[in-house]
């Protein structure tokens, strides 16, 4: 398993709809959680341009879209999801859990 960051941002005039989509095709990806708004830490089995691929077909031309893959070490903010920062050890400390 990897974790990865993914942000997206869609152009205007996109409904709730259309953003839903792009959510679900996110969560497909494996165990994804919402860390801000249009930005998920997702842990998954694929490679960083699978996921890419599988997003962007819910994506049109002047949308946009990052996958990154953490690796090593993070720091977050005393507000970050609790979820999130188990999600992360989960890969990178299994012994911790």
């Known amino acids: 398993m990897k974790v990865f960051v993914i942000s997206y941002e ?6 709730r ?9 996110i969560k497909y990806q494996g165990e ?6 249009c930005v998920w830490i997702v842990k998954s089995v694929y ?3 699978v996921i890419r691929d ?3 077909k819910e994506l049109g031309s ?3 879209l990052f996958v990154g893959m953490l690796r090593g070490y993070s720091a977050a903010g005393q507000s970050f999801p609790e ?3 188990s999600l992360i050890s989960s890969v990178w400390h299994p012994s911790s859990k």
């Open 10 to 15: 869609l152009s205007k005039g996109k409904t």
């Open 17 to 25: 709809k259309h953003n839903d989509r792009v959510v679900e095709a």
């Open 32 to 37: 994804a959680v919402e860390v801000q708004r």
């Open 47 to 49: 490679t960083h341009g």
């Open 54 to 56: 599988s997003i962007q």
């Open 62 to 64: 002047e949308d946009k």
């Open 83 to 85: 979820e999130a920062k």
